[in-house]
Every structure is written in C-alpha cells, then in structure tokens.
C-alpha cells in the first residue's frame, strides 16, 4: 500500500484525472440543476449536460463503447421520450412555482446525510486504490463485443425478451379506451368524456 | 487514477437523483431524477471494472443490461404517467392521493374528485 501511494502522489495528479474531476463538477452542477430547476423543460435539458457528462467521463475510463451507447440511448432517446411526455402532460412553459412538493426540506436532509456517509465511507475505503489505465482499452468495441458474445448471451438474449414486453407493455398502457363496450358505462360518462377527447 | 474520484463522483449523483425523487412533485421530473441515479450506478460499475480487469467484463456487460433496463423502464414508465394524466388531468404525485390513510376522516370514503374516478373507471 505504502508503494502503490509512493508511485502516485495526490498532488502530481495525471491529466486524466484533472478531465475526469473537471468534467464531474460539471456533470454534478448540471444533475443538481436538473433537479432544482423550476423550468420543467430545462430541466431536460440539463439532464442532456448530465448524461453526456457521464459519457465524457466514460471515455476518460476507455469504456468507449458504453460511452456511445450511453450518447445513443440516454441522449438520443430518453432525454427526447421525456421531453416529449413533458409535452404531452402540458407541462407549464416557463417557471413553475409548484414543482417541489412539500417534503423540500426532508428531502434535503436525507441526500445530504446519504452523501456525507456514503462519501465517507468510499474514500475511507478506496484511499490507496488506483486505476491503471494503460495499455489497450478496456471497453474498445472489440472487447465488449467479444465478451457480451461470449460470455454474456443467455443474459442478452433474456434482455431482448424483456424489451420485447415492454414494448408491448407501453402500447397496451397507452392505447385508449380500447373496443370499450358501449352499454357499460353510464349514460353521462359518454358526455363526459366528448370534452376529454378534444382535450388531449 | 484514484478510485475515489469516480466513486464519489457516483454518490453525488446519486444523492442528487435521491434529493430529485423524494421532493419533485412532477412524475417526470421524478423519472429524470431515477435515471440520474441509474447513471450513477453504472458510472460505479465500469469504474470498478476498469479497475478490477475483469477478462469477463462483467461491469460492463452489466452497465449494457443496465441502460436497456433503463430504457424499458422510462417506456413503460411514461405510458403509466401518460395514462394517469389522461384519467386524472394531472400528473402531480402528490395529488394522487387516492389510496392514502388519513387519520380524520375514516368514513369519508368518497374521493375529493368524483369525476375523474367514474372516467377512470369506464377508460379501465
């Protein structure tokens, strides 16, 4: 331990390591705005600064290709599936003086307990811990390729079923009314919903 | 580079996403700040297995099931949101109060907002 904390000092950092704290300050400040904003749509768009953050912060790691799938999927298209539920909720363009409910300061309280004791607890674990990150990539497309190949088929293939379900599962939930009988309801549930329809 | 970096960087994310989900009122505010402790679970996890050298990469390959587990959840997770704003108007957790226990009145059965109960039901 003595040797591995005489080869790395803590203040001769790499450059690696002053990108990778660089571009987690800024990775943090975009999540703690995510979740502070009462502008509902900026908010997605500081979840964009956040996830790409993290993608950045792949790459610093040589996990390149989770780095792009991290750019594909959550920049490409969750940050785009929630802007568009944000849409279609008639989210409030411009701020929002009520969104954060009640429980602010309770919730406040517990994230910043959590955070003290988990940080705490990691640095007093990992102090004398260090990455070698030389030689070939560790993530390179390659690898992760031949691996999830490999080893990982059954689980991948699992996964394919799951999306398949909830594929199926979202168009299920987000049909509406579907071959609803037209007798069940009541007769003022027919009027009631005509100013429904042309609301949505 | 030192292992705590991007470890801590993971329990800040991860408290933030915390501090999102517990006080956001909105339910798709509440789902960003799911994904950002999602994100801060797989930042651990190839952090750690960069670390570790695993010849299986499993971190990896996790962080892989992870982000498509991510993105059935915010599919399905949307759908249910969309469905409860359809039926309800609204989309603010805390106003979904209809199964909650309130001490007073034990006997008032009847939801605050009748209305949209009947349409959700017809729509069910």
């Not at chain 1, 279609?88 to 910043?112: E, F, H, Q, Y």
């Not at chain 2, 409860?84 to 989309?91: E, L, S």
Request: charged letters at 15%; one cysteine or more.
């Amino acid at each position: 331990m003595t040797l591995a904390a005489a080869s790395h000092g803590f203040l001769t950092p790499s450059g690696v390591e002053i990108a990778f704290v660089l571009v987690g300050i800024v990775t943090f400040g975009a999540a703690l705005i995510t979740v502070t904003t009462r502008q509902l749509v900026h908010a997605a768009l500081w979840l964009v600064v956040a996830l790409g953050g993290i993608a950045v912060e792949y790459l610093l790691l040589t996990a390149e290709f989770i780095a792009w799938v991290q750019v594909l999927i959550y920049v490409g298209s969750v940050v785009v599936l929630l802007l568009f539920g944000l849409m279609l909720t008639k989210a409030p363009i411009g701020r929002s003086p009520d969104a954060d409910s009640g429980n602010r300061r309770a919730a406040l309280a517990v994230a910043v307990a959590s955070a003290a004791a988990l940080v705490w607890v990691v640095v007093d674990a990992f102090r004398a811990t260090w990455i070698t990150l030389g030689g070939a990539a560790q993530g390179s497309t390659e690898a992760s390729g031949r691996t999830l190949f490999q080893y990982w088929v059954l689980p991948f293939e699992a996964l394919s079923v799951l999306l398949l379900a909830a594929l199926v599962g979202a168009i299920v939930l987000s049909r509406r009314n579907p071959e609803a009988p037209p007798a069940a309801p009541a007769p003022g549930a027919a009027t009631a919903r005509a100013p429904r329809e042309e609301q949505r | 580079m030192h292992l705590a970096y991007p470890a801590v960087l993971a329990v800040l994310l991860f408290c933030t996403g915390l501090y999102g989900v517990l006080a956001r009122r909105n339910a798709i505010l509440m789902l960003m700040s799911v994904e950002l402790m999602l994100n801060a679970v797989n930042l651990n996890l190839v952090a750690f297995d960069v670390w570790l050298r695993d010849t299986l990469h499993a971190g990896q390959a996790l962080t892989l099931f992870t982000i498509a587990v991510a993105a059935a959840e915010i599919g399905i997770g949307l759908a249910i949101v969309l469905l409860v704003h359809r039926n309800r108007g609204t989309a603010d957790i805390d106003r979904l109060r209809d199964l909650a226990e309130t001490p007073g009145d034990a006997d008032a059965a009847v939801p605050p907002q009748p209305q949209p109960d009947t349409k959700a039901e017809a729509t069910a």
